[in-house]
């Protein structure tokens, strides 16, 4: 199933009631339900929804692997500029949650004023991110039918922006009177298929109780624990004046302020709770951090079945009646009877089955970046290789190993002088005391490398010495290790030529079995998916032979990493309609490309537009299994491809991964030299897979 992000779409939306909802729903039906929040205030513990949420439905995860980061962290990060790596923090925390539960019911931000720029664009991030179909709270508490309609629209627009994948939208709160008004005008403002749910305003939960007053204000509970403190407060009075004078004022549920040395008020309160002539009194709120006289705490102690909580707080009066004011209902653990109320209106309100139904059945196949490259950090961990990386003293490289180091992603060698880049590491202030450096020039293995690359290469007029004198290159005593089994992959290109990276590897290592040529991909990262572009980087112009031969390792390359392969054979025209040695040439590569793979789902000649828009794809290839809907693209020359991934990448705001190179027996990848040091860690992490995929080939 489908994991669940519900995201309050603004301040007081009273998402806790739905979240208890779906628990109860998703508890019912599945035996590992997980509960995370992205952010909490300052403590897991003293979160009440988490609380809340572990005690009802003992949950055996630890706190603290119920929540991405406090607020206060968050706050450092977005101030930093740093909102990328503050989605990879939650999003690691939450990966380590989800993979030991069926499905994740996650609980967005509060709108508490805390991190002010973390909103409901945040929480959709999040969860595109996660990978979650989320549920949408409008608040309708103290909202005309306009209001709330227009909170739903606006909602529903920024999701639609945000490309997120919507299971239902509920409006809270709702004056009951309006609540039939509401949904009808709701589902004309809505899109028919999505799901709509109104739920009206309910009394037991719209105030705070005894209990989440005393929380929020730190109080100290005198006398009057366990049920009486989960007294509703209607109202509250600040009594100051005589005793006749204050019992005029009080009402049912009230909670009475005045200070800790009004034993006449303290017992005036009581004594009005008790009678039969007086309203009922929720609770006493003591200011001024005074406390009863003995004697009265004495009485108070003594008091049997007393349902009036006595609390008291240090700040004076009126700072208390100004906090009391600002307690918004919550629902605190052990509270039952809010708890009912809540699960009621829900169940009341909501079509169970039919959600059920909608949830078990939802699937996404949204992939976004940072999904795909959490997933590839995953994967290279599962079965850490050995990559080498030739250009030890880059700072890139220097600042991409240490991110590699601290995340376990692989194990590295660095190539070059030994004490240039432990000095330069030491002046970028990086971590990096274990990592393995050798020195081609001096490295006991140069001379059993020369031998081996002096025999593979013999035949093309190299001499001894000139083998001796290559293996002082880094780029080609990195490509003998990997050769030999001494390291699994390398990854260069910084500072070198494509040519200088690759060169060895074509005379070495050379091409897998029923490949022909070696070529690269691109995987292209948009906001909710991963395509891949073939050939970007290496061939200039394919005949349709080596097109066919690109399509086809690429369309193995993007299963290797998860993606379904619907490979579009890219030409200037669609179908049979167009003519020409260009478009003869593709059509030749598809017909080649399929008698290799008759299973692959291929399709060419296509434009790139047919390739992606269903609409387009109706029209032009109506009978097509890719067209509309294809995640391999192969470029029929260099020029092309190389253009339009830099046009995607730099228009649509796309991270390009690669170029990864495709068709060697063990897996070389070169860098861009304008390369960042995300690159160069998303390259070695690829990298790294590869070498997984080779060794069990």
């Known amino acids: 199933m489908q994991s669940i992000y519900i995201a309050g779409a603004g301040a007081g939306s009273g998402k ?6 779906f628990m109860e729903l998703l508890s019912a039906i599945n035996q590992r339900v997980g509960f995370f929040r992205p952010i909490v205030n300052r403590d897991v513990h003293e979160d009440n929804l988490t609380t809340l949420i572990r005690k ?19 706050s450092e990060l977005v101030a930093a500029g740093r909102y990328d790596e503050l989605l990879k923090r939650i999003l690691d925390k939450y990966m380590l949650l ?21 909103e409901f664009d945040f929480n959709a991030d999040l969860a595109n991110n996660f990978g979650c179909t989320i549920v949408v709270v409008v608040k309708g508490f103290k909202r005309s039918p306009d209001e709330a309609l227009h909170a739903v629209h606006m909602a529903h627009e920024s999701m639609v922006n945000r490309c997120g994948d919507l299971l239902a939208t509920i409006v809270n ?65 600040v009594a100051a004046m005589e005793i006749p004078e204050f019992l005029n004022y009080i009402e049912d549920g009230c909670l009475i302020i005045t200070a800790g040395d009004r034993s006449d008020i303290i017992l005036a309160s009581l004594a009005a709770d008790v009678s039969d002539s007086y309203p009922r009194v929720a609770g006493l709120l003591l200011t001024g951090g005074l406390r009863p006289a003995p004697n009265v705490q004495r009485l108070l102690n003594g008091l049997r079945r007393n349902k009036v909580s006595v609390l008291s707080v240090a700040e004076d009066t009126f700072q208390t009646a100004l906090a009391v004011s600002r307690v918004e209902s919550t629902i605190l653990p052990g509270d039952d009877r809010k708890i009912a109320a809540a699960l009621g209106l829900f169940e009341h309100n909501v079509d169970i089955k039919e959600l059920q139904q909608r949830i078990a ?12 490259e959490y997933e590839l950090v995953h994967r290279a961990k599962a079965a850490r290789k050995h990559i080498v990386l030739p250009e030890g003293t880059d700072e890139r490289i220097l600042r991409a190993a240490e991110i590699l180091t601290l995340r376990s992603v692989a194990d590295l060698t660095l190539l070059g002088d030994p004490d240039k880049i432990r000095r330069r590491i030491g002046e970028l202030g990086l971590q990096l005391p274990d990592i393995r450096i050798i020195d081609p020039t001096t490295s006991p293995k140069r001379d059993e490398y020369a031998g081996i690359y002096y025999e593979l290469r013999k035949h093309k007029g190299i001499s001894e010495q000139m083998a001796q004198d290559a293996l002082a290159d880094v780029s080609y005593f990195g490509t003998l290790m990997v050769y030999t089994g001494d390291a699994d992959g390398m990854v260069s290109g910084a500072v070198h030529t494509t040519q200088h990276t690759i060169r060895p590897s074509f005379e070495t290592i050379r091409t897998k079995p029923g490949t022909k040529l070696v070529s690269s991909v691109f ?20 005949d349709a032979e080596q097109l066919a031969d690109i ?29 020409g040695a260009d478009v003869e040439k593709v059509r030749e590569a598809v017909r080649i490309a399929r008698s290799r793979n008759p299973e692959l789902k291929l399709d060419g000649p296509i434009q790139y537009d047919a390739a992606v828009d269903f609409s387009v794809a109706r029209s032009k290839l109506p009978d097509s299994e890719v067209a509309g809907k294809a995640t391999v693209f192969i470029f029929p020359d260099l020029n092309t491809g190389n253009n339009t991934y830099k046009a995607v990448q730099r228009s649509a705001g796309a991270v390009a991964i690669g170029p990864v190179l495709q068709g060697l027996n063990k897996p070389v990848n070169d860098l861009s030299r304008g390369c960042t040091v995300t690159d160069i860690v998303n390259t070695v992490t690829i990298t790294a897979i590869q070498a997984q995929n080779a060794a069990q080939a």
Do not use: W
């Open 56 to 74: 009802r439905y003992d949950l055996p995860f630890p706190a603290k692997q119920l929540y991405g980061c406090t607020a206060e962290q968050a």
């Open 361 to 372: 059945v939802h699937h996404s196949e949204r992939v976004t970046p940072l999904m795909f």
């Open 98 to 118: 989800d993979e030991q539960c069926d499905i994740v019911l996650c609980a967005g931000t509060d709108y508490d004023g805390l991190v002010p720029s973390l």
């Open 16 to 21: 806790s009631v739905v979240v208890l909802g």
């Open 173 to 237: 709160g709702v004056d009951p009177d309006f609540v039939e008004l509401v949904k009808r005008r709701a589902r004309a403002v809505l899109p028919a298929d999505e799901t709509l749910y109104v739920l009206p305003e309910a009394e037991a939960l719209a105030k705070p109780t005894i209990g989440e007053i005393s929380k929020m204000l730190g109080g100290d509970c005198l006398c009057g624990e366990g049920d009486a403190l989960t007294q509703v407060v209607t109202t509250y009075k």
């Open 551 to 579: 399509a086809v390792t690429s369309a193995e390359t993007a299963a290797a990493f998860g993606i379904e392969p619907r490979v579009a054979m890219l030409s200037y025209s669609t179908g049979a309609s167009g003519k």
């Open 523 to 542: 995987f292209m990262c948009l906001a909710d998916r991963v395509l891949v572009y073939g050939d970007c980087a290496v061939n200039p112009n394919p």
